[in-house]
């Protein structure tokens, strides 16, 4: 049996594994946007070895690309290679995931710098209140100029006057109306 593995993120991957009854470990790099096969006729055992330990790593069937909702480096098929239109896709929703996840990263660190603010400005003046903060990241023009047509820039309000209820199903959408 065939097995391939495709790489769906910007960087080289290397994977490891172990196959049932044999006692060295496989290492293969793929490169990035590409896939390779598996050396080997495989038998379904020894597929199923693979999978297993590299599901850990975020690899999944080519079946399940479309409902990836987190990042997947990884996608392997059996028996045919992995077409480029679901490496493509895969790619994207790698990238929508980063994207999410830096999100979340920076209201978490808007969230931290309004903590560390109100401490600072407690202990000028202990009287004081912090009622809201308005952070903003940009990004800032590099020396060789902007690699996409969309310089990045995001700002988050803390608002510790705001009534607070449940977090919204995507999680960073929430902390701008108040803190969470």
């Keep these: 049996m065939d097995m391939f593995i495709a790489n769906a993120t910007k960087q080289l991957f290397s994977i490891q594994y172990r196959l049932p009854e044999k006692p060295r470990v496989m290492i293969h790099d793929i490169p990035i946007g590409t896939q390779i096969k598996i050396p080997g006729d495989l038998s ?12 850990t790593y975020g690899m999944i069937s080519v079946d399940d690309v479309s409902r990836a909702k987190a990042e997947c480096p990884l996608v392997y098929s059996i028996g045919r290679p992995v077409t480029a239109a679901k490496m493509g896709e895969l790619a994207r929703r790698n990238i929508a995931a980063k994207d999410d996840l830096g999100q979340v990263i920076r209201q978490q660190a808007a969230v931290a710098l309004s903590d560390q603010a109100e401490k600072d400005l407690k202990s000028a003046m ?33 608002d510790r006057m705001a009534p607070t209820g449940p977090a919204s199903p995507r999680g960073a959408r929430a902390a701008r109306g108040g803190r969470r």
């Design 126 to 158: 202990p009287r004081s209140t912090l009622k809201a903060v308005d952070i903003s990241v940009v990004e800032v023009e590099p020396a060789g100029g902007y690699r996409t047509a969309n310089p990045f820039g995001e700002g988050f309000r803390i």
């Design 44 to 55: 379904t055992p020894e597929v199923e070895a693979i999978v297993t330990q590299l599901t």
